[in-house]
């Protein structure tokens, strides 16, 4: 979640992410969800959230009343490709009492597809996808306001693109999903590789996330080698976990 004065975006949600929106703000108050691909760990919760955002336009018997106020679809920023999925994703679970439920890409967001390279405007927030090494396509975003910036990887391999991203921002926000670095097609950081980028690109603080284990002793040491190459300050990505972005200076 990045919240500014001026806007509330959602950055890819896996499982467990609708969950968690909910004991943080209600889905109708983001002004976009933006996903940096499709695996389903980036994007899994996307159709809870849409029907929770349709819960909005139904009653149900015994249910909660329905809100007042006229519905919002989300914007739903995606890769290009990402309405032929929606399509047959939303149909592997009908609600056939309740038909609407099963129109969560139709009706509950704003589907818009983005080009790599290409910004785009959400409130006060300039949003810059760009495309990162993957084995599936992946973009990698910057996100930049007037209170601060940031990069978010999603998932990715070491590029110059990646470096470029997060060129001089506030704080990066990097998967860190190996123990050691790894130059294979598939693409995924280490520690190392994290902390690496981090210095490279100047950035102002370093949060690791995307975690292949909880163990005490894996996050320790993808927290050592990232510290070994970068000196300002490590921090991991947790749930609950509240960083206040200020602009250098």
Known sequence: MVETAGARLLLDCGPGTAVALSAVAPPTSLDAVVITHFHSDHCYDLLPIGTTLLNGLIEVQGGPPRPGGEFRPVPLYVPSGARELFTTWAALFPVTTLPLLDRAFEVAFDVREYTPGTSFQVGDCTVTPRELRHVLPNCGLRVEAPSGSLAYTGDTGVTPALTELAAGVDVLLAEATLAEPDHSDHG?????????????????????THFASGEPEWLAHLAKTAESEFPGPVRQAAPGLRIAVRPAG
Do not use: F, N, P
Request: hydrophobic share 45%.
């Open 188 to 208: 995924h950081l280490s520690g190392t590789d994290a902390g690496r980028t981090a210095q490279a690109a100047g950035v102002g603080e370093l949060v690791l």
